[in-house]
């Protein structure tokens, strides 16, 4: 049974809230709001002590904020973004701090009850640069997944649990494989059927020769995992 068959589909969150967005900052997309809709069904405690990373415009942050986190951190290695952040997270009043940096850097204020993912995972045949760095992950794009994946356990506190979300091309078999290597137990809480964004488009003849899609497939499979720490 492949991950994707383990989870029915959930709806998109209903609200999706004006958020300011710089140039050249990710824009809130499907899978964003796919994984806030999981999050909002995850049972999250009150009081949690929350990190999001890659947090783009803190669309994910302010999510969980609003659902009674005590504190947020959220990551990312854009400055635009961080001030973005700031600026959606004041303008709602909601306990966010924005931190710039990447994985060592968040965990050094762990561990987390909740940790976010919704990391650059597009398969790429070059060097991420620029604004593309915000979705643009290697050939298979894991770079960052792997990453995510190998460091779960640190990121987590007991008794807490990971949520990341990202697109069936890139491998959520190996996810799940990686987070029980880490000593989480995942699996598949939600699952999307999108079509084809303009850059998954202007990629298919790269991804099809690279075997990670299919001839003429022109829709992708979004997956929310979540790993809990025992």
């Known amino acids: 049974m492949t991950a994707i068959s383990q989870a029915a589909t959930i709806p998109l969150a209903p609200a999706r809230p004006w958020l300011l967005r710089p140039p050249g900052v990710y824009r ?29 415009t803190g669309a994910l942050a302010l999510t969980a904020a609003a659902h009674g ?21 004041r303008l ?14 968040a965990a050094s204020g762990g561990p987390f009850d909740v940790v976010l993912a919704n990391p650059p995972y597009v398969p790429s045949p ?9 979705w643009d992950a290697g050939p298979d794009g894991r770079i960052v997944l792997d990453q ?8 987590v506190a007991p008794g807490g649990y990971l949520m990341m979300v990202h697109s069936a091309v890139s491998g959520p078999d190996t996810s799940l494989t ?3 290597a880490a000593g989480l137990t ?6 999307r059927s999108i079509p084809f964004g303009p850059v998954m488009r202007a990629r298919a003849a790269f991804l099809e020769a690279a075997g ?6 022109c829709h992708e499979d979004l997956v929310v995992i979540r790993a809990d720490r025992p």
């Open 28 to 56: 809130p997309q499907h899978d964003t709001w796919l994984l806030a809709s999981a999050l909002s069904a995850s049972g999250m405690p009150r009081e949690a002590k929350v990190l999001d990373l890659c947090t783009g």
């Open 69 to 89: 986190a005590r504190s947020v951190t959220a990551v990312d290695i854009s400055r635009r973004a961080l001030a973005a952040v700031w600026v959606n997270a």
């Open 92 to 105: 709602r009043g909601l306990p966010v701090r924005p931190l710039r940096g990447g994985l060592a850097e």
């Open 126 to 134: 070059v060097p991420a640069t620029g604004a593309a760095r915000a």
């Open 148 to 155: 995510v994946c190998a460091q779960a356990a640190e990121l």
């Open 178 to 180: 990686q987070l029980r």
């Open 186 to 191: 995942p699996s598949v809480v939600a699952t």
């Open 212 to 217: 990670l899609i299919e001839a003429e497939q």
